[in-house]
């Protein structure tokens, strides 16, 4: 499929066309073939209401590691983001119907991945998410816009949830309601890591708070990490988002929208390679409280993306992209799926975690 984006690709200097790339829920991406090649993304503007303040954090962000990078030796085109400016010079261009468009280089050799295929796989994945938040350490958080306020505030994303359920405008409610109890039944966990942060045990970091698999592009060949990417919503937050959102979507044997639930189940092998991974990585800089919610957070972050997934079936679809009707309802499922699992092996967890 052919886009039309010849009067966008111009602003950049570019003047062939391209297509549509990659598995993402909420920008719509293209591949541009030219040379270099490229990566043209429309910002979804009706999740980031203001463009520029995402462009200022992912300017500022990129800048950060490309001295980083540099200063290490390493290949700052290939381990970082950048950013291809428009003819007049700008991070982005914005077209007269209000449409925000950005173009990245394309980093070659690497790609992402929707599942991991072997535990190691997903431990390098561990390593870059983690030298990631290590490079921004120092990074002045309070140059950073909160693009989406609230982002990993579970509790408000649980009031959220109960206003889609009251709302109802799909008339879905009624047919959802063993998914609707699941998440209200589990409301008393909800604020356990923003208690934490309220009450100073948990710091705040700059995260990069979507760490999914297919947010770092790993090397073809060597299969280690290369670049983390889609950085819309690095903000402050906790290092506990970022452990326990790879984990919802690399430690689950099947896809985040599996229909067939009996292949869904939370692997412990997967989350002792990454928690070994990640550990070795930012461990020494972790609090006592940071280590105790580790595996909880694996927990919680799934049952969020769950109540995240369900709240928008029950509000149209309006958030997350979807291919097929139900979409949204079946990805929560496995969420849920994952939740009742962890739930059983939390021992477990807890008992890995104590090993590193
Ligand atoms: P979304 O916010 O919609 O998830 P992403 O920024 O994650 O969008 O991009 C979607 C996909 O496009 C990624 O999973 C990756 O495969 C590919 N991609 C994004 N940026 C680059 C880049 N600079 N080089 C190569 N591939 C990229
Ligand atoms: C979205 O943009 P993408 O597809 O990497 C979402 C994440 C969810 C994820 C669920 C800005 O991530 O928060 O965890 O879908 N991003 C935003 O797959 O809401
Ligand atoms: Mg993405």
Redesign the pocket.
Same mark, same amino acid.
């Given at each position: 499929m052919k886009s039309d984006l010849n009067h966008v690709l111009r602003q950049f200097n570019i003047g062939v066309d391209t297509n549509p790339? #990659?598995? #993402?829920? @909420? +920008?719509a *991406?293209y591949l541009v073939d030219c040379a270099p090649q490229t @990566?043209l993304?429309k910002i979804n503007t009706s999740i980031f209401k203001d463009p520029s303040d995402v462009m200022d954090n992912i300017a500022a962000v990129t800048e950060h590691l490309r001295k980083k990078i540099i200063a290490a030796g390493g290949d700052p085109m290939r381990e970082t983001?950048t950013l291809v400016p428009t003819v007049d010079g700008k991070p982005f261009y914005v077209d007269p119907d209000g449409n925000a468009y950005r173009m990245?280089?394309? @980093?070659q050799g690497a790609? *992402?991945y929707d599942q991991a295929e072997s535990p190691e796989m997903f431990a390098a994945s561990a390593h870059a998410f983690g030298k990631f938040q290590r490079m921004l350490s120092d990074f002045p958080a309070h140059v950073l816009h909160e693009v989406i306020p609230n982002f990993h505030n579970t509790s408000d994303r649980l009031r959220q949830f109960r206003e889609a359920v009251e709302k109802d405008v799909m008339g879905r409610a009624a047919s959802v309601q063993p998914e609707i109890e699941f998440v209200l039944s589990r409301a008393d966990v909800v604020s356990r890591i923003t208690d934490a942060i309220a009450d100073g045990s948990v710091p705040l970091r700059v995260t990069h708070n979507d760490t999914k698999l +297919? +947010?770092v592009?790993l090397d073809d060949v060597t299969h280690e990490g290369v670049c983390v @990417?889609?950085l819309?919503t690095v903000m402050p937050g906790s290092m506990l988002y970022d452990f326990g959102d790879s984990l919802r979507f690399g430690a689950s044997t099947g896809a985040e929208d599996e229909t067939d639930l009996s292949k869904i189940e939370f692997d412990l092998t997967y989350f002792e390679a990454f928690t070994k991974a990640f550990i070795e990585e930012v461990g020494a800089d972790m609090t006592a409280r940071e280590r105790e919610l580790l595996a909880f957070s694996a927990l919680l972050m799934t049952l969020e993306c769950g109540m995240r997934f369900l709240g928008d079936y029950l509000n149209g679809d309006t958030y997350f992209r979807i291919h097929r009707e139900h979409h949204n309802l079946d990805r929560c499922r496995t969420q849920f799926k994952l939740v009742a699992d962890m739930e059983k092996k939390m021992d477990q967890m807890n008992a890995i975690v104590a090993k590193y």
């Amino acid at each position: 499929m052919k886009s039309d984006l010849n009067h966008v690709l111009r602003q950049f200097n570019i003047g062939v066309d391209t297509n549509p790339y #990659g598995s #993402g829920h @909420i +920008n719509a *991406t293209y591949l541009v073939d030219c040379a270099p090649q490229t @990566i043209l993304q429309k910002i979804n503007t009706s999740i980031f209401k203001d463009p520029s303040d995402v462009m200022d954090n992912i300017a500022a962000v990129t800048e950060h590691l490309r001295k980083k990078i540099i200063a290490a030796g390493g290949d700052p085109m290939r381990e970082t983001l950048t950013l291809v400016p428009t003819v007049d010079g700008k991070p982005f261009y914005v077209d007269p119907d209000g449409n925000a468009y950005r173009m990245y280089y394309f @980093i070659q050799g690497a790609r *992402t991945y929707d599942q991991a295929e072997s535990p190691e796989m997903f431990a390098a994945s561990a390593h870059a998410f983690g030298k990631f938040q290590r490079m921004l350490s120092d990074f002045p958080a309070h140059v950073l816009h909160e693009v989406i306020p609230n982002f990993h505030n579970t509790s408000d994303r649980l009031r959220q949830f109960r206003e889609a359920v009251e709302k109802d405008v799909m008339g879905r409610a009624a047919s959802v309601q063993p998914e609707i109890e699941f998440v209200l039944s589990r409301a008393d966990v909800v604020s356990r890591i923003t208690d934490a942060i309220a009450d100073g045990s948990v710091p705040l970091r700059v995260t990069h708070n979507d760490t999914k698999l +297919n +947010n770092v592009m790993l090397d073809d060949v060597t299969h280690e990490g290369v670049c983390v @990417i889609d950085l819309d919503t690095v903000m402050p937050g906790s290092m506990l988002y970022d452990f326990g959102d790879s984990l919802r979507f690399g430690a689950s044997t099947g896809a985040e929208d599996e229909t067939d639930l009996s292949k869904i189940e939370f692997d412990l092998t997967y989350f002792e390679a990454f928690t070994k991974a990640f550990i070795e990585e930012v461990g020494a800089d972790m609090t006592a409280r940071e280590r105790e919610l580790l595996a909880f957070s694996a927990l919680l972050m799934t049952l969020e993306c769950g109540m995240r997934f369900l709240g928008d079936y029950l509000n149209g679809d309006t958030y997350f992209r979807i291919h097929r009707e139900h979409h949204n309802l079946d990805r929560c499922r496995t969420q849920f799926k994952l939740v009742a699992d962890m739930e059983k092996k939390m021992d477990q967890m807890n008992a890995i975690v104590a090993k590193y």
